[in-house]
């Protein structure tokens, strides 16, 4: 980094010295030189993808699995605007990702007429992405753009939210002033503070409580994954020994072997050990929760919230005290200084499936999958789960990542999509081989971007669920063929772009053929094909719930 240096190089240099690696991308005219930029040597590693959505969803992935910020980088307008799903759904899950776009430079907005990609005004696709990040800016003034482009990075790391930079096209090369607390700063950066005196008295107030308590429960939820403290959330619960789940959204959150561990609760809909256990806890502990349906099965807070403690978005409530300025971080950390009553439960790990097959010739049900899937990952290291939207989210709480293995799924905005493209990038990120879990529509959405996969030496397993469509609402639809999407081959796709393909349709062949997987250096499509009315024991508890829900009052 330099004193003064063209606006393009120094993005480089700032996203280096942050500690970013990658930059995932499309060019367009609006970009082009912006991009080259990026990828020129001692520059960023690029990595191209056929379609935004997958090139959003892979930086997504990235960020998720890594921990660091994912970078994009696309065109103005339609590049853009292509990439705005991905990009709302790291809004809403709070995945750290920075929007790069490029965008119309001062001559041809002085034009007057309209500038090819421009949807309604010139300003439309900044205005579109004000509404999905906590912070966005143009960058229009040469003096103030260094300083503009750390205040957006320094805020999308603090809050773990998207943030957005349009950079007109005839800023690339303006040669700017880079303030000197830039160039003397380490890269590092913060998380917000809180203030001391009040996590003192939230900590104190917490600890007296959980010390009285006879059935305590913990919960841990996204936002203690994002702001880094799974290794002292770990800490606190082995000594505070209650119990622990985590929502639908943070599975993975905390290690699904640990003998703390209950499983992933939904509030009625959990399995019903774990929903009977948290009814009867005498205070919830939830460190970082979003409240959501999915999480809470659309009903109020499981607990009465005399029960319970919550920290989220920068606060914890405590029963009705509410603490503001306490940051999360400052929260666990504290307790860990606290005096905490050590409780000692014997803890049961609980899921919703029913007991394994016993017959391996049998034609293939959900539940044998998911059987087949914890007996393959039981004896193995290194491997990262991705389960798309449809019913593999919902049939994914039920597989059990041992060993440090970890698990992403868009738990909450739940956008069909994500799978193979997110695998991609967490791939990329972390080296662990990722295995989808992907319904055949959701596939047909974004799984072609497998065939990108042997460009850059990645090679997931992606279990394709072929049930001939979008099953999901199987139970709710009087006309099936509604759903129905048109049959691909997908085995021998898989081959055609450079993997390998396998096809199954009973136990023993789907075993087989994830042992065969797991001897393969290229990526692998097992396609699995299922009856169209089978769907995984939670989908078909959440289904019947949102369909009750979905009824509306026949007017008088
Ligand atoms: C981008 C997007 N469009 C639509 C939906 C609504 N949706 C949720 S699940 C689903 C069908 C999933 O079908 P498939 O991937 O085949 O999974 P299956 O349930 O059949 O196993 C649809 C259309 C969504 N979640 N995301
Ligand atoms: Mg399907």
Redesign the pocket.
């Known amino acids: 980094m330099r004193p003064v240096m063209p606006l393009g190089d120094f993005l480089v240099a700032y996203l280096r010295k942050i500690g970013v690696t990658h930059l995932f991308g499309i060019p367009g005219d609006l970009v082009i030189r912006l991009f080259l930029r990026f990828g020129k040597r001692h520059g960023l590693k690029i990595v191209t993808l056929s379609h935004e959505p997958g090139v959003g969803f892979a930086a997504d992935g990235y960020a998720r699995a890594t921990g660091r910020i994912g970078v994009v980088c696309v065109t103005y307008g339609a590049g853009g605007h292509n990439m705005v799903?991905p990009v709302a759904g790291s809004f809403s899950e709070r995945v750290p990702v920075l929007v790069i776009s490029g965008g119309p430079g001062d001559e041809e907005r002085k034009l007057g007429t309209l500038i090819h990609h421009q949807a309604k005004e010139v300003e439309s696709q900044f205005r579109i992405y004000q509404e999905l990040t906590c912070a966005a800016r143009v960058l229009d003034d040469a003096h103030t753009a260094a300083a503009t482009v750390d205040e957006v990075v320094r805020t999308v790391w603090r809050e773990q939210q998207p943030g957005y930079l349009e950079i007109r096209r005839d800023m690339v090369e303006r040669r700017i002033p880079v303030p000197r607390d830039i160039l003397a700063w380490d890269g590092t950066l913060h998380f917000r503070r809180s203030d001391e005196r009040k996590v003192a008295e939230a900590v104190r107030d917490t600890a007296a409580r959980f010390n009285a308590a006879r059935r305590p429960f913990t919960m841990v939820g996204i936002e203690a994954f994002r702001f880094k403290l799974q290794r002292e959330v770990r800490t606190l619960a082995e000594r505070m020994g209650a119990p622990v789940a985590t929502t639908v959204l943070s599975k993975g959150a905390f290690p699904m072997d640990h003998p703390l561990y209950m499983g992933v609760h939904m509030g009625k809909l959990s399995p019903p050990a774990l929903a009977r256990r948290v009814e009867r806890a005498d205070l919830v502990l939830d460190l970082g929760a979003l409240p959501t349906d999915m999480d809470r099965s659309s009903r109020p807070p499981v607990a009465a919230r005399e029960r319970e403690i919550w920290a989220v978005g920068g606060r914890v409530d405590v029963s009705h005290h509410t603490y503001t300025d306490v940051h999360i971080r400052d929260f666990v950390r504290g307790l860990l200084g606290a005096r905490l009553r050590r409780h000692r439960e014997r803890v049961r790990y609980c899921d919703n499936l029913p007991p394994p097959p016993r017959v391996l010739t049998r034609a293939l049900q959900v539940t044998d999958v998911l059987h087949e899937v914890n007996r393959f990952l039981g004896g193995r290291r290194g491997y990262l789960v991705v389960a798309?939207?449809?019913?593999?989210l919902f049939a994914g709480l039920d597989v059990r990542v041992a060993r440090g293995g970890g698990y992403l799924a868009q738990g909450y905005y739940?956008?069909?999509?994500f799978g193979v493209p997110g695998a991609l990038g967490a791939q990329i990120g972390t080296g662990a081989r990722p295995l989808v879990l992907?319904?055949?529509?959701?596939?047909q959405?974004t799984g072609p971007e497998i065939a990108q996969a042997p460009r850059y030496g990645l090679n997931p397993i992606v279990l394709v669920?072929n049930?001939g469509?979008?099953?999901?609402?199987r139970p709710v639809v009087s006309r099936p063929e509604l759903l129905d999407?048109p049959p691909w081959p997908y085995a021998r796709l898989a081959e055609d772009w450079g993997g390998l393909g396998l096809r199954v349709s009973r136990v023993d062949e789907l075993r087989a053929a994830l042992a065969e997987a797991a001897r393969t250096r290229s990526f692998v499509v097992i396609e699995a094909l299922l009856r169209p009315d089978d769907l995984s024991p939670v989908s078909r508890k959440y289904i019947a719930a949102s369909a009750r829900r979905g009824r509306t009052r026949r007017a008088r």
Request: charged share 10%; proline share 0%.
């Open positions: 799903n798309e939207s449809g019913d593999m739940a956008s069909m999509g992907s319904g055949d529509g959701a596939f959405m669920i049930n469509g979008w099953q999901i609402f999407i």
